[in-house]
Antibody, heavy 121, light 107 residues
Framework: EVQLVESGGGLVQPGGSLRLSCAASGFTFSDHYMDWVRQAPGKGLEWVAR??????????EYAASVKGRFTISRDDSKNSLYLQMNSLKTEDTAVYYC????????????WGQGTLVTVSS | DIQLTQSPSFLSASVGDRVTITCRAS??????LAWYQQKPGKAPKLLIY???TLQSGVPSRFSGSGSGTEFTLTISSLQPEDFATYYCQQLSSYPITFGQGTRLEIK
């Protein structure tokens, strides 16, 4: 059974940093692109970042709203995905989901349950 | 960036109704479109990928169509568990974008 479990969310002050983790199981993690998606309270879905697989050199893509502040990374030996978030702003407050990119089509076929990040003084 | 506009944003319908949600892209995206269902407090769930392919395990009352700039999600006969918010998503180019969502409520 595919499972994605996020952790690391919490309350942080503006300008602070936080590192999210996503533990994957039930599939060959190294084969898949992986993504972070966020959802501000009462709002829609916003794609945040993507890391491709080893076959594609672990290259990354970012939304403009987080580029230069957030870093996506992965450790295939630990079946884990990460999101390092620096210089956090109040508008980064959201539930953050990790999602698996389906092989081939790259849509998000499995999602974690989400972890809440609150940026507030 | 490619903008996705869903219509309607809100839909009230009854069990057994046939409903259609439209997603329009600001420029052509071929068939690089997916549909997701999200219930309150839960993660989104993939329903349709490549515009018209039903994800494994999704009931056949859900269907998708379209290509280029106009796409539709149709639910042929609404069931109580279908009342949720639906999002389209384009994967044609970066940044990946979602529509604003369509909230489907019980009439």
């Amino acid at each position: 059974e595919v499972q994605l479990v996020e952790s690391g969310g919490g309350l942080v002050q503006p300008g602070g940093s936080l590192r999210l983790s996503c533990a994957a199981s039930g599939f060959t993690f190294s084969d898949h692109y992986m993504d972070w998606v966020r959802q501000a309270p009462g709002k829609g879905l916003e794609w945040v970042a993507r890391t491709r697989n080893k076959a594609n050199s672990y290259s990354t893509e970012y939304a403009a709203s987080v580029k230069g502040r957030f870093t996506i990374s992965r450790d295939d030996s630990k079946n884990s995905l990460y999101l390092q978030m620096n210089s956090l702003k109040t508008e980064d407050t959201a539930v953050y989901y990790c999602a698996r990119g389906a092989v081939g089509t790259r849509d998000f076929d499995y999602w974690g349950q989400g972890t809440l990040v609150t940026v507030s003084s | 960036d490619i903008q996705l506009t869903q219509s309607p944003s809100f839909l009230s319908a009854s069990v057994g109704d046939r409903v259609t949600i439209t997603c329009r892209a600001s420029r052509g995206i071929s068939s690089y479109l997916a549909w997701y269902q999200q219930k309150p407090g839960k993660a989104p769930k993939l329903l349709i990928y490549a515009a018209s392919t039903l994800q494994s395990g999704v009931p056949s009352r859900f269907s998708g169509s379209g290509s280029g700039t106009e796409f539709t999600l149709t639910i042929s006969s609404l069931q109580p568990e279908d009342f949720a918010t639906y999002y389209c998503q384009q994967l044609s180019s970066y940044p990946i974008t979602f529509g604003q969502g369509t909230r489907l409520e019980i009439k």
